[in-house]
């Protein structure tokens, strides 16, 4: 199966975010805080924020939303390449290590923040219109990579510490439920997720140097694995890219790539609502 991966880009710098643009572009974050974009092939460096970025999200004015850990806050970059702060969390609880930022079609904004490794005291952060609380502290464990589901009555979240993928509902005042254990991934690390049109989750994770796919109600399955870390380097984040969001992007933060396969599946579409 490794065979059948490709470079999509390389020369980037230690790649962990990465996420598709419905203008036609590859969005990615470097170590330094670089945010790239890649467009047949071709990379770009199109700003920075200055610190170390992990995940990156794109609304539906064109900005990056970008989780930058070296500086605890979530920062938006425009177009035009200014940077604003988004959110650095609440004055009761700072941002620690800002993950991923995931829209909903209202656009509000949730944020995962894993916490410290070890300690398990992560969060999840929701910003609505400007305004920052704690969503839920339900889901501690190093909470990671998150997605909408298709109803978009639900955040799944990878929770690297507990080794598993959560279902956390979304009530209908907006509020958090509880959270629901919807795949057991223990003996890896999971880290960023992606979920296809017809329910399949694809996993990757920071250690081993895999990716899991997990069909609806299905048991995971091992869809890339490299004993190696040749190929796959620290696979941490996966996204759908493409018109037809029919390729799995996979990002390197060990390298300096982002690599595609084809996964067989069609992505579910991102929701790309315009900023508050």
């Given amino acids: 199966m490794l065979d059948r991966v490709e470079v999509l880009a390389t020369g980037l710098d230690h790649p962990e975010g990465v996420t598709w643009s419905p203008d036609g572009r590859v969005i990615a ?8 974009a890649i ?22 004015s064109g900005g990056v939303l970008a989780c930058d850990f070296g500086r605890a806050r979530v920062s938006r970059l425009a177009a035009d390449g200014a940077v604003t702060d988004v959110t650095e969390g609440t004055p009761e609880r700072p941002m620690a290590v800002p993950n991923v930022a995931v829209l909903d ?15 398990d005291d992560g969060c999840i952060f929701v910003v609505r219109e400007g305004a920052t609380t704690v969503w839920t502290h ?3 464990a190093f909470p990671n990579g998150a997605c909408l589901t298709a109803e978009g009555d639900a955040l799944l979240v990878v929770e690297s510490r507990a080794r598993r993928v959560v279902r956390v509902p979304i009530r209908d005042d907006g509020t958090a439920g ?7 991934v223990t003996g ?6 992606a979920l296809a049109a017809d329910g399949t989750m694809f996993v990757g994770c920071y ?6 796919r997990i069909p609806p109600g299905g048991a995971p399955e091992v869809f890339l694995d490299d004993p190696d870390g040749v190929v796959l380097n620290q696979p941490a984040n996966v996204a759908f890219i493409g018109e037809d969001l029919d ?10 790539s982002i690599s595609v396969i084809d996964p067989g599946v069609a992505g579910l579409p991102l929701r790309y609502p315009a900023p508050a």
């Fill in 178 to 184: 509880e959270p629901a254990t919807v795949a057991d």
């Fill in 188 to 193: 890896t690390q999971p880290d960023g997720i």
């Fill in 29 to 36: 974050g470097g170590e330094a805080g670089q945010v790239y």
């Fill in 105 to 119: 079609d209202a656009g509000r904004c949730y944020v995962t923040d894993s916490g410290q490794w070890g300690s």
């Fill in 247 to 256: 390729r799995l992007a996979i990002s390197s933060l060990g390298g300096w």
């Fill in 138 to 140: 339900a889901v501690p």
């Fill in 207 to 212: 250690r081993p140097d895999r990716v899991w």
């Fill in 39 to 60: 467009r047949d092939g071709d990379l770009a460096e199109v700003g920075t924020t200055g610190g170390f970025l992990f995940g990156v999200t794109v609304d539906g």
